[in-house]
């Protein structure tokens, strides 16, 4: 099946420093991919879609000049957290389709985000 | 505005038992449902969606659009079973996740 990678899975960062993760998917294109966050015992919840080539779509109370995301190839999306406070401290999931409309959506591993 | 509900947030039931997940949502327009299932320390994978109207795992799910409900079901439990289950509803074109249940099978 589809496999999506995410780098790193841990990271411990200063308050005030940027940190990128990368999510890729390694066996198909991703023309779409998503970003989520998840607290504790919380659902995923939805940050932004990005479709390669262009700029990402926020979901409302995401700021996007903190959470700036790039899907510069059909294969890697970054999120870079920038100026990271630890009430950015989280899970952060990527996920990946083959479409804008494609309806299955493959999850990467998630990485743990600590901000001390 | 689309939403899902999953009003337990934890079920244990015994192996061997009947296990039903319940499922609620809302939404405006046709309805894409998922059951996502992830395993202790695994990733989020798909487990079923309604459109496939297959079982996985031994697992069924049915769509009630009269009740707006999307309930999955296995007759017969087993340990393997346990782990964190998602609902999820697809609008244009987001995924939006239900709060989770924790199902747990005792032996």
């Known amino acids: 099946g589809a496999v999506v990678s995410q780098h790193p899975s841990r990271v411990i960062c200063k308050s005030g420093t940027s940190v990128k993760i990368e999510c890729r998917s390694l066996?198909?294109?991703?023309?779409?991919m998503f970003w989520y966050r998840q607290f504790p015992k919380q659902s995923l919840m939805l940050m932004a879609t990005s479709n390669e080539g262009s700029k990402a779509t926020y979901e409302q109370g995401v700021e996007k000049d903190k959470f700036l995301i790039n899907h510069a190839s059909l294969t890697l999306s970054t999120l870079t957290v920038t100026s990271a406070h630890p009430e950015d401290s989280s899970f952060y999931i990527c996920s990946a389709a083959e479409g804008p409309y494609e309806v299955v959506q493959y999850f990467g591993p998630g990485t743990r985000l600590t901000v001390t | 505005a689309q939403r899902v509900t999953q009003p337990e947030k934890l079920l244990s039931v015994f192996k061997g038992a009947p296990v039903e997940l319940k499922c609620n949502y809302s939404y405006s327009g046709s309805p894409e449902l998922f059951w996502y299932v992830q395993y202790s320390r695994q990733r989020l994978q798909l487990l079923l969606r309604?459109?496939s109207r297959e079982s996985i795992k031994g697992f069924t799910a049915d769509l009630n659009k009269g009740e707006t409900s999307f309930h999955l079901k296995k007759p017969f439990a087993q340990e393997e079973d346990s782990a964190m289950y998602y609902c999820?509803?697809?609008?244009?074109?987001?995924?939006?996740f239900g709060q989770g249940t924790r199902l747990t099978i005792n032996p």
């Open positions: 309604h459109i």
């Open positions: 066996d198909f294109q991703a023309t779409t």
């Open positions: 999820a509803l697809k609008g244009a074109q987001k995924l939006v």
